[in-house]
């Protein structure tokens, strides 16, 4: 049973169409037009065409903010990817967290990315939910009507190395280096933030949760369903990411099946300032960063020194 967390008029938000300048040096964006409500951008994002991928100029329906989180939990390090049935293109990927930035924040993308990570990524212990910090900053409480959010215990994020290529929004350059592509399918400005998120040592007993508003009638509705977390972590090791998907819950990790997975656009190829397809299949990305599936061997070889000792008791000579 799903738990309605909030609900929102989705023509409250507005954003702004974009037009486009991009160089072999640097990409820079500003706002061109009048505010657009969410169906009007919708309607806007039609296919785009560029002659060169590293040189051009473009009119865009609107600009999207995208975070690739890395989730330090017990001494492990892993990418954060959430699932998304995407009714305007009627599919089902897994993509990173990832929202559209709204007009009065396009020249602060990154707050929007924060934001995002707040409505997005649940972290729930048995004494209520997490909050968080950027540097000195609060997080917002998005569910706080909804759900008990403890005060003590914050996660922390922070900022990981940015891309080498400048980003600005008209002559301002964009802090924190996001890396940018321009999604042509969709005629909009992607923008990616590197960030980390601590979880605190003393956190016990961890379960993680996506919620996504969805529009229902006439209305934004952001639910909570604790049988479909849809929240998944890719573990890394050294930085490089390892073909396995995990769910968390009560501090477990389980394994998640990948079969006829798709990932979003974020993952596919990139040409220059350019990404040309709409999602990548799971095994197609594997096999361009050259990684291949584990074998169950593999897999319990990573297991933790305590599941480890575990299985030796339940099958004898067993973890090895």
């Known amino acids: ?25 640097g990409l820079s964006y500003q706002s061109i037009g009048m505010p ?6 919708l309607h806007r994002r039609r296919p785009v065409a560029v002659a060169d991928t590293e040189r051009f100029a473009v009119e865009l329906a609107n ?23 995407r009714q305007d293109r009627g599919d089902v990927v897994l993509k990173l ?6 007009a009065h924040e396009l020249n602060l993308p990154l707050h929007t990315a924060i934001q995002e990570i707040a409505e ?40 990981l190395s940015g891309s080498a290529r400048p980003v600005r929004n008209a002559s301002l350059p964009l802090i924190e280096r996001p890396r940018a592509y321009v999604h042509l399918p969709t005629a ?40 479909r977390p849809d929240l998944y972590l890719m573990p890394l090791t050294d930085g490089q990411p390892c073909a396995e998907l995990y769910t968390l819950k009560k501090d477990q990790l389980h394994p998640a099946s990948t079969r006829g997975l798709y990932l979003a656009e974020s993952f596919a190829r990139q040409e220059g300032w350019v990404v040309r397809d709409e999602r990548i299949k799971w095994k197609e990305w594997l096999k361009q960063q050259g990684l291949s599936a584990p074998t169950n061997a593999s897999g319990l070889s990573r297991l933790t020194g305590k599941a480890r000792q575990l299985l030796k008791k339940i099958v004898p000579g067993g973890g090895h």
């Open 36 to 41: 657009l409500n969410f169906a009007q951008t």
């Open 1 to 25: 049973m799903s738990r309605t967390l909030i609900r929102k008029n989705p023509s409250n938000f507005k954003t702004l169409p974009l037009f486009v300048e991009a160089t072999p040096e």
């Open 63 to 85: 600009l999207g903010v995208s975070v690739r989180l890395t989730l330090h939990w017990q001494n492990r390090d892993y990418w954060v990817l959430v699932r998304q049935r």
């Open 188 to 227: 909009s400005l992607q923008l990616i933030y590197d960030l980390r998120l601590e979880v605190p040592r003393e956190a016990k007993s961890l379960s993680l949760f996506h919620v996504e508003e969805r529009l229902e009638g006439d209305q934004l509705v952001a639910r909570l369903d604790r049988k």
């Open 97 to 102: 967290i990832s929202g559209y930035v709204p």
């Open 120 to 159: 997005e990524c649940l972290l729930e212990t048995p004494e209520g939910w997490l909050g968080g910090r950027f540097n000195d900053t609060w997080l917002p409480a998005p569910y706080a009507a909804a759900l008990h959010y403890r005060e003590a215990l914050p996660f922390r994020l922070s900022p």
